[in-house]
């Protein structure tokens, strides 16, 4: 028995596919939003705050294996509902959502290791979801895209271990954002600039002391075409360090708009 903890976007529609497929069998843990898996028979719908509950439901039906997709927003905790174990444990929580959607995941795993509960990789099931290193599109970088790419690698890079950023924007050599908490969709509605069009690139690639297993930069159509309002050329990935959602429509949509997809 598998544990599925699933958030928002698309990607753990996409798990769910694939595990039904080959009959294995799950159990969801819906922390989305919406509840959007509320009419599968295997969820469950739990907040964050219900850790005892979370905890006897996995250990219940015997789930030694973990797997995390999907967005985990950052909760109103003012407002949680809180068992015994989650008032025990949302201290660590509640410190960790300082850093980001991203570290509150991270403690999760850590919580549940100590319980002997293992987390493995989001894309276990889903590997053809990652793309390998090339172009994807029919335009290629050109020498300037090529020059705001290299810029953007090393931005990424000297950001400190601590900070959780996956993307930057880069236009004509110069720093236009580095994502921030709110994520990659808010960075790139302030690189709207009206006089520039194809100009730019977005590059996501992980942080050293990201969980691998849980917080791969991932992308769809969705970021294609923000990146597309927001003026820029294309975006760059790092080789089987991603989650690539919808491909088909991706590529086309980046063949249509004369926009590149990279990866590094």
Known sequence: ???????????????????????????????????????????????????????????????????????????NFSKFKLDLKGIYYIPRIIKASKLGDAAILKEIIKILSQLSIKTISS????????????????????????????????TLNK?????????????????IAIEGKDGTEKMLKKCKRKKFSNVGVLVKFPKKKQDLRVDLPTVGLKTLKQCKIAGLKGIVL?????VFLERN???NFANKNRMFIKVK
């Open 123 to 154: 894309i276990s099931f889903n590997p053809e979801l990652s793309l390998k290193r090339g172009n994807y599109s029919k335009i290629i970088p050109s020498k300037e895209d090529k020059r705001d790419i290299v810029k953007a690698i090393k």
């Open 238 to 242: 790092k080789s089987k360090y991603n």
């Open 1 to 75: 028995m598998i544990g599925l903890i699933f958030g928002d976007t698309n990607f753990p529609t996409e798990i769910l596919k694939k595990i039904k497929k080959k009959k294995f069998k799950y159990l969801i843990i819906d922390l989305s939003k919406s509840k959007k898996f509320k009419k599968d028979k295997n969820s469950y719908s739990i907040s964050i705050g219900q850790f005892g509950k979370i905890i006897n439901i996995l250990k219940k039906n015997k789930c030694k294996k973990v797997l995390f997709a999907g967005k985990v927003t950052k909760p």
């Open 249 to 251: 429509k991706c590529i």
């Open 159 to 175: 950001l400190s271990n601590f900070n959780y950023s996956q993307g930057t924007v880069v236009r004509n050599k110069k720093i």
